[in-house]
C-alpha cells in the first residue's frame, strides 16, 4: 500500500484578541444588537457594515473597498473580521498592516500580490474511500525488532472506530502510526483515514468531551453518521498562496548538497508571474470541472496611509482583477500628505482610489461603551476559563464603578 504524507492545511485556533469575534452582531432586519458576537457599541458601523456584507452577497461590490476610519482602539479590526465572519467560517481572513510593503528583498508590488492571493480561497472536492469515526482505542502492537539486539519494533497498530451505527476494529499498517502521531491523535477525537493513500486526517474532538476546558479553542465535532467504512466527498480548504508556495519551492535530491542547500537558510524570493499563471489555468480548469470551488475572502489592510503612491495604483489595477478579494482598508489619519507625493487627501489615499471606495467611520467609546467592555470580558473570560484574566476583568469593573 502506497502511504502519502498529507500536510494539514487547517489552522490551529487559539485564544486571541479578536477569538470571540463571531460577526456584527445584528437581527433579522439588520439593526446592531447591543452586546452581540463580540461586539460592544458602535451601532452605527456595525449596521453599515452589515449593509455591504448585503452588496457583497448580490455581487454589487465588484472593483469597489471597504474604507474603516476613526481614532485608534475604536474596533476597526474587529469590524473586518466580523464582515470575514458574516460571509461564512471558512472564508479566508489575511491581515495585513501597511508598513509590511516595504522590504530591501522583495518589490512591494509583489507584497500586495502575495497577500491577495492569501485571501483567496479554493474548495476543493473529492470523492475518495475512507474508513471514518471516534477513536475508541488506539495501541500499537511491538514485536522483535528484525535487525536483532534488544530493541522492539512496532509491527503494527490496532485502532477502534466508532460511529451511529456501529463499530470496526483495523489492523494497520506502522508507517500509518507515525501518521497518527504527527496529527496528536487521541482517544476521543474524530478522524477518517483513506483507504487508498493511508493519509490520515484529524477531524477534530469528539462532542461528548466539549465540557471539557483548554486554553487552545477546541473545535468539536459530532460523532460520524453511518458506517465506519464508507464512500465520503472529501473537502479541503486551500487558498491560491499555499498552491504558489507549494509549486515555487523546488523538489530536492537525497544528496549531501541538497540537503545542505535545503537546511541553509535561504533569502526570501519573488513567485514568479509566469508560475502564477500556469497555477491560475490550472485552477480555472479544476472549477470548469466542477472539482473546485472559489471563496474569495477579506483582505484587511491596516494603517493604510503608510502605503505610497505605488502601491495605490496597483491596487486600483487588482481591485479590476476577476482574482479579487474583498478588500477592507483602515486609516486613523485625517486629511494628510499621500506618502511619495507632495499632494494632500482625506485618510492620506489618492483621490481616485477614493472614489472607489465605501467609507464607514467608528467612533470613540462613550461612558456606557467603557463599562460595557469589562463586562464582555467577564462573559469572554468566563466561557474559556482563564482564571487570572477574570480576576483583572472583575478589578476594572470595580475601578470604573468607583
Known amino acids: 500500500m502506497r502511504i502519502e504524507e498529507v500536510q494539514s492545511t487547517s489552522k490551529k485556533q487559539r485564544i486571541a484578541t479578536h477569538t470571540h469575534i463571531k460577526g456584527l452582531g445584528l437581527d433579522a432586519n439588520g439593526t446592531a444588537i447591543g452586546m452581540s458576537a463580540g461586539f460592544v457599541g458602535q451601532a452605527e458601523a456595525r449596521e453599515a457594515c452589515g449593509l455591504v456584507v448585503d452588496m457583497i452577497r448580490q455581487k454589487k461590490m465588484a472593483g469597489r473597498a471597504l474604507l474603516l476610519a476613526g481614532p485608534p482602539a475604536t474596533g476597526k479590526t474587529a469590524l473586518a473580521l466580523g464582515i470575514s465572519q458574516e460571509l461564512g467560517s471558512k472564508v479566508p481572513f489575511c491581515p495585513m498592516v501597511g508598513s509590511e510593503v516595504y522590504s530591501s528583498e522583495v518589490k512591494k508590488t509583489e507584497v500586495l500580490m502575495e497577500n491577495f492571493r492569501r485571501a483567496i480561497g479554493l474548495r476543493i472536492k473529492e470523492n475518495k474511500e475512507v474508513y471514518e469515526g471516534e477513536v475508541t482505542e488506539l495501541s500499537p502492537e511491538e514485536s522483535e525488532s528484525s535487525t536483532g539486539g534488544y530493541g522492539k519494533s512496532i509491527s503494527h497498530v490496532v485502532i477502534g472506530l466508532k460511529t451511529v451505527k456501529g463499530t470496526k476494529q483495523l489492523k494497520l499498517d506502522p508507517t500509518i502510526y507515525d501518521a497518527l502521531i504527527k496529527e496528536k491523535v487521541a482517544v476521543g477525537d474524530v478522524i477518517y483515514i483513506e483507504a487508498n493513500s493511508g493519509a490520515v486526517k484529524r477531524v477534530g474532538r469528539c462532542d461528548a468531551f466539549a465540557t471539557e476546558y483548554d486554553l487552545e479553542a477546541e473545535e468539536y465535532v459530532p460523532i460520524p453518521k453511518g458506517e465506519v467504512h464508507k464512500k465520503k466527498e472529501i473537502v479541503q480548504d486551500v487558498t491560491l498562496h499555499d498552491l504558489d508556495a507549494a509549486n515555487a519551492q523546488p523538489q530536492g535530491g537525497q544528496d549531501i548538497l541538497s540537503l545542505m542547500g535545503q537546511m541553509m537558510k535561504s533569502r526570501k524570493t519573488e513567485i514568479t508571474e509566469k508560475l502564477r499563471q500556469e497555477i491560475n489555468k490550472v485552477?480555472?480548469?479544476?472549477?470548469?470541472?466542477?472539482?473546485?470551488?472559489?471563496?474569495?475572502?477579506?483582505?484587511?489592510?491596516?494603517?493604510?496611509?503608510?502605503?505610497?503612491?505605488?502601491?495605490?495604483?496597483y491596487l486600483n489595477r487588482?481591485?479590476?482583477?476577476?482574482?479579487?478579494?474583498?478588500?477592507?482598508?483602515?486609516?486613523?489619519?485625517?486629511i494628510c500628505t499621500v506618502r511619495g507625493t507632495d499632494m494632500t487627501?482625506?485618510?492620506?489615499?489618492?483621490?481616485?482610489?477614493?472614489?472607489?471606495?465605501?467609507?464607514?467611520?467608528?467612533?470613540?467609546?462613550?461612558?456606557?461603551?467603557?463599562?460595557?467592555?469589562?463586562i464582555s470580558c467577564l462573559i469572554m473570560c468566563s466561557t474559556f476559563l482563564c482564571r487570572n484574566a477574570f480576576n483583572v476583568c472583575l478589578l476594572c469593573v470595580a475601578d470604573i464603578s468607583y
Open 283 to 313: 485552477v480555472n480548469r479544476y472549477i470548469d470541472e466542477g472539482i473546485a470551488e472559489l471563496v474569495p475572502g477579506v483582505l484587511f489592510i491596516d494603517e493604510v496611509h503608510m502605503l505610497d503612491i505605488e502601491c495605490f495604483s
Open 345 to 374: 487627501s482625506p485618510h492620506g489615499i489618492p483621490v481616485d482610489l477614493l472614489d472607489r471606495l465605501v467609507i464607514v467611520r467608528t467612533q470613540i467609546y462613550g461612558p456606557i461603551e467603557m463599562i460595557q467592555v469589562p
Open 318 to 334: 487588482a481591485l479590476e482583477s476577476p482574482l479579487s478579494p474583498i478588500v477592507i482598508l483602515a486609516t486613523n489619519r485625517g
